[in-house]
């Protein structure tokens, strides 16, 4: 499978909390993506990226990637009980020429008042 | 809001039924996707349109029938499905499909799917 891994599976923390998550994958990229799915709805993109980058900020958002060890990180700075969601890591590679998004396994955060 | 509109939000179906899933995007996206979603797994492509024109079907069983009648609607045939099918379908557009558009995707919030 070409299904790429995260860890934790799952992530308890209290409001204010920095939350990390690990993504690592199998293949050669040319982006990696971070979403977000809340229960019961679809993913929402939050970052996106490029090979050639290594680190990239959204607002409390900071993803870190290492093209050598195949690994991604995500930083949820000074967590809110809102940040409570699945998140997954998604590589954008292959050779179909074509977009083709692998999700990891995803990391389940709680955040807690 | 999602800007990409998923109908039914929930489907029940029999397995000699026929049914349809539709999805429509108004953000002048060029490249839409089906994506199949187990309980507490990540989604898994099914199908890239890109142009109106099917581009990746991943080995996906004949009983799911995609068709892209114009750049803004994608729907998903269905016929003789079987229980394993039963899921979260999800739809999601992008402005290009090309491998190095580095384009993000916009999901629906999904059909839910349950077979009987």
């Known amino acids: 499978s070409q299904q790429g891994e995260e860890d934790p599976q799952a992530l308890s923390i209290q409001e204010g909390e920095n939350a990390t998550m690990n993504c690592s994958y199998k293949?050669?990229?040319?982006?990696l993506q971070w979403y977000r799915q809340n229960s019961g709805r679809g993913l929402v993109h939050l970052i996106l990226i490029r090979s050639n980058e290594r680190e990239k900020h959204s607002g409390r958002l900071r993803v870190t990637l290492d093209t050598s060890k195949k690994s991604s990180s995500l930083l949820i700075t000074a967590s809110r009980a809102a940040d409570t969601a699945s998140y997954f890591c998604a590589t954008d590679g292959g050779n179909t020429g074509f977009q083709k998004l692998v999700f990891g396994t995803g990391t389940r955060l709680l955040v807690s008042p | 809001d999602t800007e990409v509109t998923q109908t039914p939000k929930h489907l029940v179906m029999g397995m000699t039924n026929k049914k349809s899933l539709k999805c429509e995007q108004h953000?002048?996206?060029?490249?839409m996707y089906w994506y199949k979603q187990k309980a507490k797994k990540p989604p898994e492509l099914m199908f890239v349109y890109s142009y109106e024109k099917l581009s990746i079907n991943e080995s996906v069983p004949s009983r799911f029938s995609p068709e892209c009648p114009n750049s803004s609607l994608l729907n998903l045939h269905l016929h003789a499905l079987q229980p394993e099918d039963s899921a979260l379908y999800l739809c999601?557009?992008?402005?290009?499909?090309?491998?190095?558009?580095?384009?993000?995707?916009?999901f629906g919030d999904g059909t839910r799917l349950s077979i009987l």
């Open positions: 293949t050669s990229i040319n982006n």
């Open positions: 953000m002048g996206h060029r490249a």
């Open positions: 999601a557009s992008s402005q290009e499909a090309k491998l190095h558009s580095n384009q993000p995707q916009h």
